[in-house]
């Protein structure tokens, strides 16, 4: 796939809306959070989604991050554990009932979760264009290791993708290049055609 132009796509629905809380922020809660990027990437979603909607939630973000954790915890969708380093967090196929879960417990119901794909960037590209925001996984990433994160636009330069994210990590949206091998896979959230 070439794409031309440099000009950001997929963001301008969400500019001014978008939140990027951290794992940081979260990770000495109760009794310690461990491998809780798919909760943060949540927390940041619906946050995101409620502003968009013009219903911003009033709940601080601990609440709503604890909250979230206790939905995909009950579920055995979320495992607060690192056990061996690789067994805990948020469960990459079950990812999309997750978030569905939460935001139908939310009341955010105008919008339609698909997937996990794979995160190719010509399915990035095309969903963001569409509107949807992403959540995206890596495994094996030479800086995230396995994380989670959500993923609101795009912009090309020189013929590669620059994604728009919140990471988790910096407590801003910020620019993160893309390239075939570094998603593994996408969750979409797209706001549905007719309202529920």
Known sequence: MVIVGDEHKGAALFAGNEYSFTTGMFAKLD???RR???????????????????????????????????VGGKRLLYMNADLLKRFG?????LAPVFIGLCLRRCGLTNYKVRGPYLATPNRIATELDKGAILYLEVHR????????????????????????????????IHELPAGEAMFTLCTVIARRERPV
């Not at 990437?41 to 979230?68: C, D, H, I, M």
């Not at 994160?149 to 990471?167: E, F, H, P, T, W």
């Open 31 to 33: 009794r310690s959070y």
């Open 36 to 70: 809780h990027c798919g909760p943060t990437a949540v927390t940041n979603l619906l946050y995101t989604l409620s502003r968009l909607e013009g219903k911003p939630l009033s709940q601080n973000p601990e609440e709503v991050f604890r909250w979230v954790a206790r």
């Open 89 to 93: 967090g948020t469960s990459d196929l």
């Open 141 to 172: 990433h030479p800086v995230y290791g396995n994380h989670h994160m959500l993923c609101y636009g795009y912009r090309v330069v020189d013929g590669k993708l620059i994604l728009r994210v919140a990471d988790g990590w910096i407590g801003r």
